[in-house]
């Protein structure tokens, strides 16, 4: 038996964090995204690839909302979502009028 795909087991674990800070059962959940108890079970524990459709059904059933986006811009889009450091507090972009009045 292969070992399982990270990729998998980091989305299952996403998702039980969501359904556990709902307060839902995987039953609950299972229902709402209209799959049975143990389909749901195996994606949450990284054991079963889900297709995209069954993933969006999950997502929403857990109040959140699944993106597809370019691989190109994963870059882009985990640079916006890494928390802020304290020296990070300042604009992205300062025209040279900005500049020359702190002078």
């Given at each position: 038996m292969?070992?399982?795909d990270p990729l998998l087991?980091?989305?299952?674990l996403r998702l039980r964090k969501a359904r556990r800070a709902a307060g839902l059962?995987?039953?609950?959940i299972a229902l709402r995204a209209n799959i049975s108890r143990?389909?749901?079970?195996d994606i949450e524990t990284?054991?079963?690839?889900?297709?995209a459709t069954t993933l969006v059904n999950v997502a929403r059933a857990l109040g959140m909302e699944m993106m597809l986006i370019p691989?190109?811009?994963?870059?882009?889009i985990q640079s916006m979502l890494q928390p802020v450091a304290d020296d990070d507090d300042r604009p992205a972009f300062t025209s040279d009028a900005d500049e020359?009045?702190?002078s």
């Open positions: 292969s070992p399982p087991t980091e989305l299952g059962s995987q039953e609950q143990p389909r749901y079970r990284g054991a079963a690839a889900a297709r691989q190109a811009m994963v870059p882009a020359e009045e702190q």
